[in-house]
């Protein structure tokens, strides 16, 4: 849903894989740092769309701006600063799409 914003959207993805017992063992955290900023670690292991691996990414403009993720067995796990949570979940969700847009074609 391309009109879909980035946090309807991850409720959205969240809730769909809520059957009793993922949420319990997997899921998705968000949390603050110390940096400060955020970080977030989102599970697929058990979804129909597991993640494959990607080294770390670390996109640093300043210490003040920056944002890095990886993905490791099917653990997405990303962190920025206060202002890159948006952008976080974002590239979360285009690394799914681009899984599920493989998978269609």
Not at 37 to 64: F, H, M, R, Y
Not at 85 to 100: A, G, H, Y
Request: glycine share 6%; with cysteine.
């Amino acid at each position: 849903m391309p009109d879909q914003n980035t946090f309807e959207w991850i409720c959205e993805w969240f809730s769909s894989n809520c059957n009793g017992d993922w949420e319990h063992d997997f899921g998705l955290t968000i949390e603050t740092i110390d940096n400060p900023g955020w970080s977030i670690t989102i599970d697929t292991a058990e979804t129909s769309t597991i993640l494959p691996d990607k080294q770390w990414i670390l996109i640093e403009v300043n210490e003040l701006d920056w944002y890095g993720y990886k993905i490791s067995n099917g653990r997405f796990e990303a962190s920025g600063d206060p202002k890159k949570l948006q952008l976080l979940l974002n590239l979360f969700r285009k690394e799914l799409d681009s899984i599920i847009s493989h998978k269609q074609d």
